[in-house]
T-cell receptor, first 110, second 114 residues
Framework: NAGVTQTPKFQVLKTGQSMTLQCAQDMNHEYMSWYRQDPGMGLRLIHYSVGAGITDQGEVPNGYNVSRSTTEDFPLRLLSAAPSQTSVYFC?????????FGPGTRLTVL | SQQGEEDPQALSIQEGENATMNCSYKTSINNLQWYRQNSGRGLVHLILIRSNEREKHSGRLRVTLDTSKKSSSLLITASRAADTASYFCATGGAGGTSYGKLTFGQGTILTVHP
């Protein structure tokens, strides 16, 4: 099993550009989440999903959209990137309380 | 806002010593978990303690939970250089399922010198 995979690993955007961060899991987990991690801080929840077709907002959802059309995939969309979105983004999946994390995407917005 | 606050922010010890990290949280919880993050990598789950448990062990890890004080501690015994990492506590809310929805502390950076 690959576990949780994220692409790309690194990305540089200009202000105003859009992009999609991809996340996939092959463990048939119901629950998936997106977090961002800023220097010296823990993770903050952006959006999460409790199953295909069901998503909800976390602590810092502004500027991000998500969808969950399949159990496996949970993409995160930045519609108009801003420098404040420079961060490391982690996707996670779980069947219950324990979350499994992907390796992260390091995003820089200039 | 962050649910958990961790103390200390950084800890530097020698190999073989014990490392203790503390976490405080603000609201009622269903469970508290500890995760480890090696530099530049994703987080790895270490241990989970439920709100009705007071202490839990896993290998060299010992976790305690005091719900009256809203605090937890993680003890790593006989530390090794390979334990060098950041350690985060994370809480799941008390109401309904918290699956997929954790609140993380700011983390403790542990450095173990050979």
């Amino acid at each position: 099993n690959a576990g949780v995979t994220q692409t790309p690993k690194f990305q540089v955007l200009k202000t105003g550009q859009s992009m999609t961060l991809q996340c996939a899991q092959d463990m048939n987990h119901e629950y998936m989440s997106w977090y961002r991690q800023d220097p010296g801080m823990g993770l903050r929840l952006i959006h999460y999903s409790v199953g295909a077709g069901i998503t909800d907002q976390g602590e810092v959802p502004n500027g991000y959209n998500v969808s969950r059309s399949t159990t496996e995939d949970f993409p995160l969309r930045l519609l108009s990137a801003a420098p404040s979105q420079t961060s490391v983004y982690f996707c996670a999946s779980s069947r219950d309380n324990e979350q499994f994390f992907g390796p992260g995407t390091r995003l820089t917005v200039l | 806002s962050q649910q958990g606050e961790e103390d200390p922010q950084a800890l530097s010890i020698q190999e073989g010593e014990n490392a203790t990290m503390n976490c405080s949280y603000k609201t009622s919880i269903n469970n508290l978990q500890w995760y480890r993050q090696n530099s530049g990598r994703g987080l790895v789950h270490l241990i989970l303690i439920r709100s009705n448990e007071r202490e839990k062990h896993s290998g060299r890890l010992r976790v305690t939970l005091d719900t009256s004080k809203k605090s937890s501690s993680l003890l790593i015994t006989a530390s090794r250089a390979a334990d060098t990492a950041s350690y985060f506590c994370a809480t799941g809310g008390a109401g309904g399922t918290s699956y997929g929805k954790l609140t993380f502390g700011q983390g403790t950076i542990l450095t173990v010198h050979p």
